[in-house]
């Protein structure tokens, strides 16, 4: 489950608000360890996607190999093909 950018932000504004309000620093540091802990997930997160961008990339950018023309042999020389 995949939780979005903007729920992870709005739930760190939540937290801040709440630590604003506090007054025991234990209290303060709950909350600053909880927006600690969402900006980390939203950090993971990226790091996730990029390997698929990544991985779509390479793949997008597959060579195709370019075949090289038969040389065609000059037919006024023998070959032990002539019949």
């Given amino acids: 489950m995949q939780v979005s950018y903007k729920t992870l932000l709005e739930k760190m504004i939540e937290k801040v608000e709440e630590a604003k309000k506090e007054t025991s620093e234990v209290k303060i540091r709950e909350h600053v360890q909880s927006i600690k802990t969402l900006c980390e997930v939203l ?35 023998d070959s032990i093909f002539d019949f």
Avoid: F, W, Y
């Fill in 43 to 77: 950090l993971d997160e990226g790091q996730t996607a990029k390997p698929s961008t990544t991985q779509r990339l390479m793949v997008e950018q597959k060579s195709i190999p370019i075949s090289n023309p038969i040389e065609t042999v000059n037919e006024d020389e």
